[in-house]
């Protein structure tokens, strides 16, 4: 029977780090058994629906199947205590295909804005929709998703700029709905204000949410007008409907570390969660959190499942205002400025960090496990190898007595036309 992790199932027990198992995951048994079939009848079934298939999405399927995998090469976690060693596979790093990945990825980001991006300043969740009409645009053209991120800023910046003042947003790229339907739409984190040329605060005293989504209609429905994307014809429909379809949310303030931390892993969450999804005879099932239950033929998922697979140097995060790359390097030339005139002498950099302490970081934090721990001692493990040779990899797995990687079981098929006749039938 096939494993269906979540965090929490894990966290609560385990003690200490274990190789999580993929291959036992039913995601992992679809792209194993599906993955060339997929890419067979692609044209045929699914290319006027989703568009030709990149090349990016057969590159992130392979590389998933070989993501936590030790054949595929593992680091090697040595402690100088008791001399327990262990074995940790290579990640895929692939977005939108790999929930550990993603999760991961969700984690140092989240970490990332909160230590070098976000001010000491309370911030809203905010989120940005389109009507159902224009989502298919940004399936066959990812990037029109530069129109979202363009309308939202000047949306945000139109309405709540005050003089020489400037707002500070960080805005993520999302594809997927609840049920894995394709929905483009983003989400971010507002400063609840506005920041002076000299750095002050300036708390919003009124934010005029209905001026925000109109702005915010107007500059995407004028962006899909110049690029000839939808006739007047198409707009006038659009905007005859009592509700266009175009939303902006904002939640409560909050500043808190733990909100902020939670908020933007949130934003930049992966489309999947595997303790979502199973399977039912020769169906796919996926439940929403609102206990809704989705059904797929195992190929129809695996090909939705494709469409929130970014390009390989698609940008699905960006910074504006205050937050902007730009403005903190400019706040950063500034301070190195006056240090120079001060004549302070400049601090030593910090170390660089070890290769595996990302990697540490976002498994403690997710799962409330130190995965350096030693399991046996309980002394910090280090890192001493690096093993790409598939022969000295599995030596040293069966020293260690870990088990051999098995192919998942098959997919039940459908019944087909020769099941329903046989010998038997004409026999008579």
Same mark, same amino acid.
């Given at each position: 029977?096939?494993?269906? @992790? ?7 027990? &385990? ?17 194993? +058994? ?64 790999? #929930?550990? &990945? ?28 389109? *009507? ?110 009592? +509700?266009?379809?175009? %939303? ?66 698609? %940008?699905?995060?960006? @910074? ?26 400049? #601090? ?6 070890? *290769? ?17 721990? &030693?399991?046996? &001692? ?9 093993? +790409? ?13 870990? *088990?051999?990687?098995?192919? #998942? *079981? ?15 039938? @004409?026999?008579?």
């Amino acid at each position: 029977m096939l494993r269906r @992790y979540t965090w929490k199932s894990v966290r609560d027990h &385990c003690q200490h780090y274990r190789r999580r198992r993929p291959e036992s995951t039913e995601l992992y048994r679809l792209v194993y +058994h599906l993955r060339d079939e997929l890419e067979h009848v692609w044209e045929e079934r699914f290319q006027q629906q989703y568009g030709v298939l990149r090349d990016e999405v057969l590159r992130a399927l392979d590389e998933y199947l070989n993501c936590g995998l030790l054949e595929h090469g593992a680091a090697r976690v040595y402690c100088d205590s008791c001399k327990q060693s262990l074995l940790v596979a290579f990640s895929c790093k692939k977005r939108g295909i790999c #929930p550990s &990945c993603s999760t991961k990825r969700a984690v140092n980001f989240a970490e990332h804005i909160y230590d070098t991006v976000l001010e000491d300043v309370p911030h809203r969740h905010v989120v940005f929709t389109i *009507p159902k009409r224009l989502r298919p645009y940004f399936r066959y053209d990812r990037r029109l998703a530069s129109i979202l991120f363009r309308a939202a800023w000047k949306s945000i910046s139109d309405c709540l700029e005050v003089g020489d003042t400037t707002p500070a947003l960080v805005l993520t790229l999302q594809t997927a709905g609840e049920a894995l339907n394709f929905n483009p739409h983003l989400h971010g984190m507002l400063a609840d204000g506005v920041f002076a040329l000299d750095g002050s605060f300036q708390p919003f005293a009124d934010i005029d949410l209905a001026t925000i989504q109109q702005s915010f209609e107007n500059h995407v429905l004028a962006a899909f007008a110049k690029q000839e994307l939808i006739t007047d014809e198409v707009m006038a429909q659009v905007l005859s409907q009592e +509700h266009t379809g175009f %939303s902006v949310w904002l939640g409560e303030p909050f500043q808190d570390a733990e909100s902020e931390l939670f908020v933007a892993r949130y934003v930049e969450r992966g489309p999947l969660a595997l303790d979502k999804l199973s399977t039912k005879g020769n169906l796919v099932v996926y439940t929403t959190k609102d206990g809704a239950v989705h059904t797929f033929e195992p190929l129809e998922f695996l090909a939705l499942l494709t469409s929130h697979i970014p390009n390989t140097y698609e %940008s699905i995060t960006r @910074y504006y205002g205050w937050y902007s790359c730009r403005s903190r390097g400019e706040r950063m030339r500034h301070v190195r400025r006056v240090r120079e005139q001060d004549k302070t002498p400049e #601090p030593l950099p910090e170390p660089e960090q070890k *290769p595996n302490s990302s990697w540490a970081r976002a498994i403690k934090r997710i799962y409330e496990v130190n995965p350096l721990e &030693c399991p046996r &001692c309980k002394a910090e493990m280090r890192i001493v190898a690096f093993l +790409h040779n598939p022969r000295e990899i599995k030596n040293i797995a069966d020293s260690l007595g870990i *088990p051999e990687y098995r192919a #998942p *079981p098959p997919l039940p098929r459908p019944p087909s036309i020769d099941d329903f006749f046989t010998d038997d039938t @004409y026999s008579a």
